[in-house]
């Protein structure tokens, strides 16, 4: 019996339960015996939560085209989506140098969990929805605000080290120098093979077709010398950064363009607790109290966090965010998402269909 990877690939996707059930037990083909051992790493960071799938035909409404005096909002003002690019770049660049620390405060180290949680689900560097029979395949990895470089470090770990495979490699990208420039100086710290694996660029999500290289503190942002092509990245993450975006629908469909078919989405980013009311109740004290005012003392800057907890709140549910990424393109398994920490944070994945 003859299988390709692309006939298993889809029957994984169209039956993953009957398929692991059955098939071990009734078809010996090396090559389907060997996808089938993969498949439970690879297939979960598609469609991680079930056997039912979403997907829609992609299009690009008017409202995903990005329109700098259309209304948006920053926190609880509304504001242009221009006004939202400059007034993000100011919070960020005010807090750049305190990022990392506040996160520890603000979230008692948990971000930390969450973090290794989202990277180990993705489990980089063994068996990419993209590539062929092999496991250990080469993986370009786009880490989109990646801010001062935790998932893109986890990356790194993960699969050359975790997983052995050294042919992995992850681009950062931010729209602000002033948190890039951070993260390269702790990139400094890792093993000289992952800083090789590492590169930095600076770009706003909603249009990866001008990108720059990180500028040197102090220096203007330089024109925008390059593109992240189409179909040219396997595995496209955002943690935190989705909520500060002028138009999420936009860096959507930026995802879905420079995505290899077969390539996933995942985005790890604050939601809902509402299901939880006790939790929320606290949750919502914490941040709205003990937050701005941690802000001003330990990083002088109340507002920005002010900002950071007011587009907390602004974000879309769990189940409308889904939505978004499904009307961009993608393909979601089950509910298309997974509540960390009872809706404190979430993870959304979404898979670019194979034509
Ligand atoms: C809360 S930080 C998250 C950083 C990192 N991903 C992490 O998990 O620690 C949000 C990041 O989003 C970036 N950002 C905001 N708007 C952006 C945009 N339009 N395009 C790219 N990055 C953006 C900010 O500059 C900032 O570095």
């Not at 051992?37 to 008017?62: G, H, L, M, V």
Request: glycine share 6%; proline share 8%.
């Amino acid at each position: 019996m003859a299988v390709r990877p692309t006939q298993l690939r889809r029957a994984l996707l169209q039956s993953p339960s009957r398929l692991r059930q059955t098939a071990p037990n009734t078809i010996q083909h090396p090559e389907l015996q060997h996808l089938l051992s993969a498949a439970p790493s690879a297939f979960s960071s598609a469609c991680p939560f079930s056997s039912t799938i979403t997907t829609r035909t992609q299009n690009t409404p008017d409202y995903a085209v990005p329109n700098p005096s259309r209304p948006t909002h920053f926190g609880f003002q509304t504001v242009t989506e221009a006004e939202k690019v400059e007034r993000v770049a100011t919070v960020f660049t005010s807090v750049a140098e305190s990022y990392d620390r506040m996160n520890d405060l603000m979230s008692f180290g948990w971000h930390r969990i969450w973090k290794d949680y989202f990277v180990t689900s993705l489990n980089p560097g063994f068996s990419p929805l993209t590539s062929g029979l092999d496991p250990r395949a080469p993986q370009h990895i786009l880490d989109i605000a990646g801010g001062t470089g935790d998932i893109a470090f986890r990356m790194l770990q993960t699969a050359h080290v975790v997983n052995g495979n050294p042919d992995v490699r992850v681009t950062i990208s931010d729209i602000n120098p002033a948190m890039l420039t951070v993260g390269k100086q702790r990139s400094t710290l890792l093993p000289a093979s992952q800083q090789a694996a590492l590169s930095f660029v600076e770009a706003n999500a909603e249009d990866l077709t001008r990108t720059a290289p990180l500028s040197p503190p102090g220096t203007r942002t330089p024109a925008p010398t390059s593109t992240i092509p189409d179909a040219s990245v396997d595995l496209y993450t955002v943690a935190f950064g989705i909520r500060n975006f002028s138009n999420i629908p936009a860096a959507l469909r930026e995802a879905y363009r420079v995505l290899k078919p077969g390539g996933v989405f995942a985005c790890l980013e604050f939601s809902k607790a509402d299901a939880h009311p006790l939790l929320n109740t606290l949750y919502k004290e914490w941040s709205f109290r003990a937050i701005p005012l941690i802000g001003q003392l330990v990083a002088g800057d109340r507002d920005s966090y002010q900002y950071l907890v007011e587009s907390i709140e602004k974000f879309p549910s769990q189940a409308e965010f889904r939505d978004m990424i499904v009307d961009a393109g993608f393909v979601v398994g089950g509910q298309g998402y997974e509540d960390l920490t009872g809706g404190v944070a979430a993870i959304h994945k979404g898979m670019k269909p194979r034509v």
